[in-house]
T-cell receptor, first 115, second 114 residues
Framework: AQTVTQSQPEMSVQEAETVTLSCTYD???????LFWYKQPPSRQMILVIR??????QNATENRFSVNFQKAAKSFSLKISDSQLGDTAMYFC????????????FGTGTRLTVIP | NAGVTQTPKFRVLKTGQSMTLLCAQD?????MYWYRQDPGMGLRLIHY???????AKGEVPDGYNVSRLKKQNFLLGLESAAPSQTSVYFC?????????????FGPGTRLLVL
């Protein structure tokens, strides 16, 4: 089984500043993927960034980047130059490469960007 | 290309009533999933399907049934709704071809059971 833990229920950041959301996971598998999803008030689940566990290099997508520490089973999300549109719930998720390929989600972090 | 759509968007049921939620995808995806989202929790897998005619149980399957008669559709049924099934339900699909298995989500169905 896979478990994903997000220990920060809520966070806030000033517009244009940088914020880091934490995520830890537990798995006995060696091959898996990690994701960050954004859920704005519309409830639509939007993929923000993804990371393959066998890749050492941290993924980046424009203002979003991750700090993947495989040995520590940590996968944090850094948002640079925060914008008002970044206000949302952020979910960390893991996925095995085999089997049903379903996602295991953390409980989420509610991020508020303050003007 | 509509992606993943869900019908209905919102529904109110009385305890004991039945209903079916419909998920449709137009991406020719093999894998389809039903998740539920409750306050303070992440999404949890109810049932999934790895191809037309196949279904399997996820983490929280009790009280639900599913069917995948057509590749593009995945139905979630509640035979006798209970207040504990008040939730937001998300459908998702993925290609199932290996490698990156990005899941594409529908907009969600909000269900209230009184």
């Amino acid at each position: 089984a896979q478990t994903v833990t997000q220990s920060q229920p809520e966070m806030s950041v000033q517009e244009a500043e940088t914020v880091t959301l934490s995520c830890t996971y537990d798995t006995s598998e060696s091959n898996y993927y990690l994701f960050w999803y954004k859920q704005p008030p519309s409830r639509q689940m939007i993929l923000v960034i993804r990371q393959e566990a066998y890749k050492q290099q941290n993924a980046t997508e424009n203002r979003f980047s991750v700090n993947f520490q495989k040995a520590a089973k940590s996968f944090s999300l850094k948002i640079s130059d925060s914008q008002l549109g970044d206000t949302a719930m952020y979910f960390c998720a893991s996925q095995l490469k085999t089997g049903a390929n379903n996602l295991f989600f953390g409980t989420g972090t509610r991020l508020t960007v303050i003007p | 290309n509509a992606g993943v759509t869900q019908t209905p968007k919102f529904r109110v049921l009385k305890t004991g009533q039945s209903m079916t939620l419909l998920c449709a995808q137009d991406m020719n995806h093999e894998y389809m999933y039903w998740y539920r989202q409750d306050p303070g929790m992440g999404l949890r897998l109810i049932h999934y399907s790895v191809g037309e005619g196949t279904t399997a149980k996820g983490e929280v399957p009790d009280g639900y049934n599913v069917s995948r008669l057509k590749k593009q559709n995945f139905l979630l049924g509640l035979e006798s709704a209970a207040p504990s099934q008040t939730s937001v339900y998300f459908c998702a699909s993925s290609s199932g071809t290996g490698g990156w298995e990005t899941q594409y989500f529908g907009p969600g169905t909000r269900l209230l059971v009184l």
